[in-house]
């Protein structure tokens, strides 16, 4: 299977529509043959409309797509990546699903309609078989896959290792988040130079909900939400990319430092998701360094997709203590969409 | 009273000695007469040997000073503050005490002995009556006063409020430390800049022990620390100025959010420390906005001695969240042990 | 003459309206009595409407303002400062001038017009002499007063005091430009963060002509621009406020170091201008140290209205280099304009 | 050739020193068998003893090596990087040249010196003719080759390619420079947070005069300094990687924009050194886009190697405008000995 694929990427001018066309330039499977934008880049030339942030250079063959609208009639792909905003894909990714296109989107608006499964292939690759249960309920030939928020992708790795052995009850979690996370032009910089912002609109709940759904359980075409309960305080800092968040757990039985951090090294992705190009290699790294993960040195672990933890320490309340690092526009955002389409495709459901 | 206590500085060349001789700039009761420093800056003019960092310029009564060596030895003042490193701290400190001096430091080398108060004079005021128990067990005609470590500083007076009317038993905390907590010139900029550093070595212990020191009851001379657990996660972040901390509390009593807030607002420091120059006024702001406290807006709050605190609201695990702002090197360090020295001049005790 | 003047700000909820609204707080002459804002924000209550970005804190007197249309019908003031965006201001502010309304203006829209001054009383105090000439061109009997383009204030303060004592003949600038100078939300963070951006679109020819104007001479009426020609390159940079300006000058006759920063340290605004409350005391300071002037330590010197030169030295290819900071808030914009209103009222033209 | 000559790094654990680790990992000829560091750090283990800070992680072949001392003595190698600091190459690189061995340096220290090449191999690659004259004038068997100061590289190339089709009379630069041209620790984040710092100990200097050198001809084994005049201003910004700069030139003829940009675009490395494995490919890429080069976005070009170019424009003073960006730890310092390394070997030099 070689770049025979063909893909569109939906709302491919902002930050995480770039992400995509950056990322999806070297991917093996798939090919992009359509970039989508807003009303008012329709007809242009991408290069000329899209004002490209990465630091990674545009991509030759994206340079001279026309921007289409975002409509399935017409496009000639099975399988789209939506950068959409939520409330643009609300409105138009069941238009695709509809037209038989499969839709993997970061967008939220789906996440928590309970057939449309929250997917992280090295967590929750077994909730893919809820996209057969949304065709028949919704009688769509395509479907909507989402992967979480950001900020709950690393977390809900890490976690997910840690449940795997131990079990777990409760997280104290916060964020430190960074600027890409709000798209582009996102924060102002008057806004953050030489600053935090201690809030994100919506976030919190985001990050209490998203990991149970993904650490639950596909019972009967449903997912049991796990019976955990999260806290969090989420932060914007002066950072480019990379999500950091300072996470408390109680486990289900006691774990030592040392456990916890075998558990966490020794992490496997499921059978199922595990040998896929986007596959992390390794899953989870642990840092033995005090002062790790940082951002700026350890968000392109394993190409952006690795989720770096650190600071595994002993809990005065809780169990235990440690740092969880993850690039939030690669691992948590574009990255993670393709692994899902790459699970997708692999489950034969394309 | 106005300006006829003369004082020094010790250590007076680095970030919070700065801040020292920059806030005895204007203060009504205190004239700085001398300023000490490393053996390599000892005779040199202040102006020249100080690489003088803050955005206020250096005050024009300092430029020129000879720096002395920090020795109580001829110093014409019954009064020092102290901006030292914590191992010089330890060494020359008591020298000062025993020559009569008091010494209201900063450093944080004493703070865990039983007979040295660790004082925010609108939190614990009362336990500046270990002072004459210290001068009586060393025999010291001085004193050695602390204020806690600048992250423990606004973290403590936010849960005396609430402590207060609603007890307290547990806490979360995370920080986001600004880089002038670290000193000159501490972080380096490759380190920090579109980076975090999750890790502040010895901070965490500190941040859960001095709190429950100052919230501590003075019961036979002899402090009985507060029945509450911390659990912390240190982090250092690109701000000049200002710490924020994310705070979860578990209360001893229920308190809705409104009440907390209430609690907090209605807040005052104790009869004994609540009219000196240095008081804030009003000792804690509670902001309404969302987005609030953010350190560049608001570590100015009360000419940087109030403690700002926001974002009140329910939490799932504990009673309450919220965040906290306070001034790391003005209320957190030079500014509060300023405030220590008007409290010590007022009780009668220089 | 104390607060007896009621003045409104157009536009105030911008960077530069905010500036405005903060600075007149403690202002001895004006009074705010009225903000005017866009469509969308009229009616509403300017502590809710304004997401205020100044580190000083929203002054009281302005929260509870009701925001007006930007309309000099039933406004009960003779005096505006307009902080409106250029295109608007074109628009807008002749209505007020018409009306018998002085409106000391920040927007460049009239910075070209041969009766319009563009303002620097330190520099040009007589070019307050075209306002009788535009009252009577015009036929209004209020009148338009622009303050120069940020970047041209510091630069060209500098440059007229080594142009009255040794002419002047080319200048090479190269600008660091702070965030704060593209208003708010302005520069996406994004953009900003471990970046430069070599380019600020139209600024260049701003920097290259508007320093022309002021430093001309006003004969019979008409402003004989400088016979100085100017070469610039500008660029955006991760600071706050304060723009800093590499110049390189051609002076009409030789002059060693010393002589040029004796020129620059003796500057006097003149007579006309050199009492008002704003003037700057001293016009300029001349640092000594070789790594100022730098934005975060120098941009409030005397209130932000002072400019700071330094690094003072002879040039390989002119005569003489120097580097040049002024805040752009304050002296390069509000400031600006409220000295400029200052001379207006000295003048008896209000 | 492949990985088949061994090759030390003197001065490893710095940050040029750590991006010379970094290069060789995966460096086609060379295979890197040594580092040395400084006296506290001989014995210890170079992952335990270096702190590392580039984004890239520590290649995996260094992690193990002993840190040895900075001595010819027992060096199975005859050709050795040097990211000494200049003081100590000084003092140290004539002992490894005596001993055969071929040095690279990134150090200023003989660069002045007349048989000491000063090479852009895509600039100058005859200067290395030099290093016969060298050998016999000294009696070494190894040699010292050094590249340019950083902020002169990437001046250099643009340069380079200007005088070659027009000539180069006169150049204005301003240079705004990242943080890791200064080393680790190197800046101080409290001084560069939220700040510029116009000057640069030494810097100006070096700007004024490498160029000269390398833009000289080599005639009868010396080298001629290019008549060129050189005025500079050099700034420090709160960039990680990437050195901007300013230039306005004035050319031995005059040249359209259109032409100089082709004499950009076309500007080919000399045979002698175009077939390299560092040779830039492009030498030069020229931005259409007026906002750019931007540090973030451009400076990994051609694998940190390519120099970028943008906003060529006509000067009122001068020729010609133009802004010009280099990665300063790679084309302007590790990746640019090891260029000169290839060139050495190449030439049969080694």
Redesign the interface.
């Known amino acids: 299977m070689s770049k025979e694929i063909p893909v569109a990427v939906l709302g491919a001018t902002g ?1 995480v529509g770039q992400r995509f066309v950056q990322l999806l330039a070297g991917h093996p499977w798939f090919k992009v043959v359509a970039v989508t934008g807003s009303e008012r880049r329709v007809g242009k030339k991408f290069s000329e409309t899209c004002h ?6 545009m991509p030759e063959y994206a340079r001279d797509f026309k921007v289409l609208p975002t409509d399935p009639a017409g496009l000639d792909a099975h399988l789209v990546f939506s950068a959409l905003p939520s409330g643009v894909a609300k409105e138009l990714e069941p238009n695709f699903a509809k037209a038989g296109i499969s839709v993997c989107t970061n967008a939220g608006a789906y996440r928590r309609e309970a057939d449309v499964p929250v997917l992280l292939p090295e967590v929750n690759a077994d909730h893919i078989d809820l996209v057969p249960v949304q065709r028949r309920k919704r009688g769509w030939s395509g479907c909507i896959v989402t992967n979480p928020n950001c900020t709950s992708t690393g977390t809900t790795i890490a976690l997910k290792a840690l449940m795997d052995r131990f079990g777990l009850e ?1 997280v ?1 979690g ?1 964020s ?1 988040q960074a ?2 996370g709000a798209g ?16 994100i ?1 919506g976030e919190e709940p985001k990050l ?1 909900w998203e990991p149970r759904k993904m650490l639950g359980s596909l019972v009967n075409e449903e997912i049991q939400l796990a019976d955990v ?3 969090t ?1 989420c ?1 914007r ?4 990319d990379g999500h ?1 968040v ?1 996470l ?1 757990v109680e486990l289900g039985k006691k774990a030592s430092v040392e456990e916890a951090i075998a558990a966490l090294r020794d992490y496997q992705a499921p059978a199922r998701s595990g040998s896929l190009p986007s596959t992390p290699k390794p899953v989870i790294v642990v840092s033995d360094d ?8 350890d ?3 394993g190409a952006g997709m690795t989720t770096v933890v ?2 595994v320490r002993e ?4 169990d235990l ?1 440690m ?1 969880v690092l993850s690039h939030n526009t690669i691992r948590g955002a574009a990255g993670g969409s393709i692994y899902n389409a790459e699970l997708l495709v692999n489950e034969g459901l394309l």
């Not at 800092?237 to 480019?240: D, I, Q, T």
């Not at 809990?315 to 809780?318: A, C, E, G, P, S």
Request: charged share 20%; aromatic share 8%.
């Open positions: 930050s490209w942030i990465l630091s990674e250079p409760k104290f916060v430190l600027i890409s582009y032009p996102g924060v102002a910089s008057m806004d953050i130079l030489d600053n935090v912002i201690p809030h609109a209490e309960t999260f806290s305080h932060n800092v002066a950072v480019s950091l300072c408390t005090p002062g790790r993960p940082q951002p700026r040195l968000r392109m672990t650190g600071r809990d005065t309340l809780f203590r740092t």
